[in-house]
């Protein structure tokens, strides 16, 4: 019998796991999804996945589930599923959360799957183009759950393991870098545009320019500031733009951001 995987939410991140999963082969009859907004579940149902309107009913029927709902709506929800999964729940499956800040004991706890495992993990938006970068929790849980974890995230975006303590740092960084990266896109481009460039111009100038210095980090075996050297010349152009980075303290900046989102991570866990 075929794996039976369930979504709790399909939203941006949980469509797009579901939808990579489906682009791997699986079979829609075996993709389960619980989700309140009809708009949204059409698109699901057409591409053939199951539609469920009871927590509980979908959790016993799935041999996996993604918890894929905003902390948030949890705490909201979470006492009605627990009644649900209570009544309905005959073999516990292996969860599979996304919800930044809530730690894997108090998951188990509101759920009352007192022997279940939850594997917590941390994708991020780009996974929605199968470019995604995703850590998975590997402490506290069954090393059999942790490669059925990997096993399916790896097949939907480049997978990370560390324990949970560090599980709201990745999402400071990459859970919630893209959005950083966008503004960083668009300083370059309303740079270009201040000084003469269409915007078009500028974004394509500023997208190639990122892509093929991505590309050119990976391949070059050199670190970013050996790369950052050779493109800054004597007395030239980049380095007077270095400098006014340096001024506004452009790397704390970014280390501070990533401080603050990973400490918001864990308040959103109390």
């Known amino acids: ?50 539609r469920y309107t009871d927590f509980g009913k979908m959790a016993n029927d799935a041999h996996v589930v993604f918890l894929c709902v905003k902390p948030q709506v949890f705490k909201a929800v979470a006492s009605e599923w627990s009644a649900s999964a209570k009544s309905k729940v005959k073999s516990q499956p292996v969860i599979i959360s996304i919800m930044a800040g809530v730690a894997r004991k108090k998951i188990l706890e509101i759920l009352d799957f007192e022997h279940g495992d939850v594997v917590r993990v941390m994708p991020n938006l780009p996974l929605t183009v199968g470019k995604g970068a995703i850590a998975i929790a590997q402490d506290g849980i069954s090393q059999e759950s942790a490669k059925l974890a990997e096993a399916l995230l790896s097949t939907v975006g480049a997978t990370v393991k560390v ?74 152009t980049t380095i007077a733009g270095v400098q006014v980075l340096e001024d506004a303290g452009f790397r704390g900046i970014l280390m501070h951001t990533v401080e603050t989102a990973t400490k918001r991570s864990q308040e959103l866990g109390k």
Do not use: C, W
């Open 1 to 50: 019998m075929e794996q039976k995987i369930a979504f709790a939410g399909a939203g941006n991140m949980g469509g797009a796991i579901l939808r990579g999963l489906l682009s791997t082969g699986k079979d829609p009859k075996d993709i389960l999804f619980f989700e309140p907004f009809d708009k949204a579940a059409k698109a699901l149902e057409d591409l053939g996945a199951v």
């Open 163 to 236: 324990s949970e303590n560090l599980i709201d740092a990745v999402t400071g960084l990459s859970g919630s870098a893209p959005a950083y990266v966008f503004e960083f896109i668009e300083g370059l481009v309303r740079g270009g545009v201040k000084m003469g460039l269409s915007r078009h111009v500028a974004m394509e100038l500023t997208l190639a320019t990122i892509e093929g210095s991505i590309e050119l980090l990976k391949k070059s075996g050199k670190d970013t500031g050996e790369l950052a050297a050779m493109v800054s010349s004597p007395a030239g």
